[in-house]
């Protein structure tokens, strides 16, 4: 049959509607260019909360690849999710200094010039192989990447004890950081996707090419009104004006960021982290070095930060917007502030960003719960205008006590000037 045949490499454990749309004739095609002396073997689907569709690819040799598929036509995207994986291409390319549009072959002896922060970041990046954008090949955007190992935080986190997370913690916060020590090479601020031409030159400043905004203050705004208008799209209840009026009494803030450093949106978020648990057998010997036949090896597992599933969501702003800032461990901040010096801006009022923060992800969560129902999107939409609601009152009595302090200080100086005043007449009525 014809269907059976197309998809012969399939594994039928994994067969699902889904996979009979992935066009495995021009898969194959395509990998003939990119790796000529390999040929396409058994093709799973990794399940995945990521919207890109995932498959793992066996080529003859044994070698992983993975594919990464743009989410199908009638899943309903957010504005800033709508280049998600010409953004990660891009974001890569960026954070390894290779044009991710560049279709010649990668050599790994290639040096790197980097610093060791920079280096370390970049073994946490997956190393894309191919990327394109055509639909003519496999009639969506693509990213073919190597093997990437590890596994979702969120699948394995029950399984690990105290001392594992607080060590995921700090790596998290040391991959946070290094990303935070790297700037847009044109200086403005936004998406990747806006802020990151689409071919990148090494060295070369391509201001001229990006599309991002001057000041942090109009990069956020276009996230969060983008947000808002993806909610109004589809007519969900939400208070947009309060929201609008908020933002823009508290706007000005954020322009005393003046630098565009790198963040990850979904960088703390437990779906995304990958982390790799390698098996050490530790074995008791005797006196004479032998293994005593009696004796246990237990087997201790090394957990480690593997990387992230996506890096689609990168942003050149304020780091503090990262999900990671929403609540962080202390092993988090250790790792934060063992990358070096502190690169937050105006920390004096930094809270009040944070606020605003809360108030973005707050309309992210409630929308997208809305326009992409799950199983248990009810309680996560509920759970999401929760921090909403929450986020505008925090914003409100912001509000309040600069009112309140603001009246505080015109009392203080009027009763200073009145004492002044008494002051000043007791010593003319003594001069008499």
Known sequence: MTMS??????????????MYSLPVKRLKEILIQILPSLT??????????????LYSLTMSDDRKLLLSLAPSLAVRLLR????MLSSEAALIGFITGRDPLDTRPSTPEEPQACSK???????????????STNNREMAYPYSI?????????????????????KAIDRQVGSMVRAMASMTSLSGTFGTANLVLPEQLTSGVNTKSLSRGAETWSEGFSLLLEGALRDGEDVAILM??????????????????????????????SSSNILIQRALKTSTSTSASDSPSPHTVSPIKPATRLAGL?????????????????????EAFLEGWRDGGEDVIEDQENAEVRLMLYRLFRGVVGVVMEYVRPQGDSSRKELEARRRLTSALAELERVETLKRVRSGSMKDEEAKRRKTERVDKGSVREKDK
């Open 117 to 131: 922060e920079r280096a370390d970041l970049i073994a946490l990046v997956p190393k894309l192989i191919r990327h």
């Open 40 to 53: 396409l073997g058994p093709v799973e689907e990794i399940p995945s909360t990521q919207l890109a569709r």
């Open 309 to 329: 599933r996506s890096w689609s969501q990168g942003v050149f702003g304020d780091p503090l917007l990262s999900s990671c800032f929403e609540d962080p461990s």
């Open 80 to 83: 800033h999710e709508a280049t």
């Open 5 to 18: 045949s197309r998809t012969a490499v399939l594994r039928r454990a994994h067969l699902t509607p889904l």
């Open 145 to 165: 990447f190597d093997g990437t190992a590890g596994e979702p935080l969120s699948s394995v986190s029950i399984y690990l004890n105290i001392p594992e997370h």
């Open 239 to 268: 208070p947009y004006e309060t929201i609008r009026a908020q933002y823009q009494r508290l706007s000005h803030h954020l322009d005393s960021v003046l630098h565009p450093r790198l963040l990850v949106l979904d960088a703390g």
